[in-house]
């Protein structure tokens, strides 16, 4: 079983729809939690990152996490075709400073 | 935001040869960098670990004498694929980590570098 689990897709959503991706992960260690966005051929971007449970905004980005279920997730809002890319989950425990990657989810966002 | 840079964006190489690739941390100073290896639709994998100063710490299974990583200074690491074969032929990303009140943990990445042995 691997520590981080992404479904890697792809979703295809119409522009202006709520995008909801998901992680679930194995290491109960975990504390710090990620979201990266990755275009094609590009490096990741950081979208997210969040300590612990909870929620966390960023304009039209919502980040939960969610320790008891071991389950992330992250939240776009009135989705754009611009948004379409390959979003990575990653985690990692107090302490350490190596990041456990998801296999990324690719995302369509269909004008 | 932080910004990493890494150069060259590409490279293609023959076979036997060595590459080098750059990782500079543009407007903060790195203690900690990161290198990845990214394979097509895969997700990254973390090749080694370096401090600024000291001997960088590999991960299992990555040859650490065909793979050479220099931490010289604050703001730059780099990787030297040494004697390259078309298996070593991927994207590699670097990224960095501040370490400091407020960024400590966030790595931000450097925009990749696709190597290509022929």
């Known amino acids: 079983q691997k520590e981080v689990e992404q479904d890697p897709g792809p979703l295809s959503v119409p522009e202006g729809a709520i995008v909801s991706l998901n992680c679930t992960y194995s290491?109960?260690?975990?504390?710090?939690f990620m979201w990266y966005r990755q275009y094609s051929r590009k490096g990741p971007e950081l979208l997210m990152y969040?300590?612990?449970?909870g929620n966390k905004e960023d304009g039209r980005f919502t980040a939960q996490v969610d320790k008891s279920s071991k389950y992330i997730s992250l939240f776009i809002r009135d989705s754009q075709p611009s948004d379409s890319a390959t979003y990575l989950c990653?985690?990692?425990?107090?302490?350490?400073?190596?990041?456990?990657f998801g296999t990324g989810t690719r995302l369509k966002v269909l004008a | 935001g932080a910004v990493v840079s890494q150069h060259p964006s590409w490279v293609i190489c023959k076979s036997g040869t060595s590459v080098k690739i750059e990782c500079r941390s543009l407007?903060?100073?790195?203690?900690?960098m990161f290198w990845y290896r990214q394979f097509p639709k895969q997700s990254l994998m973390l090749m080694a670990t370096?401090?600024?100063?000291?001997?960088?710490?590999?991960e299992q299974g990555v040859e650490k004498d065909k793979f050479l990583i220099n931490h010289a200074s604050l703001t730059l690491s780099t990787l030297t694929v040494t004697s390259a074969h078309p298996e070593d032929s991927s994207f590699y990303i670097c990224?960095?980590?501040?370490?400091?009140?407020?960024?400590?943990?966030?790595?931000?990445f450097g925009p990749g570098t696709r190597l290509t042995v022929l």
């Open positions: 990224s960095a980590r501040a370490g400091t009140s407020g960024t400590e943990g966030e790595q931000f």
């Open positions: 290491n109960s260690a975990f504390q710090y």
């Open positions: 969040t300590y612990s449970s």
């Open positions: 990653a985690m990692s425990a107090r302490g350490t400073y190596k990041y456990i």
């Open positions: 407007d903060f100073q790195a203690t900690t």
């Open positions: 370096s401090n600024e100063g000291s001997k960088a710490t590999y």
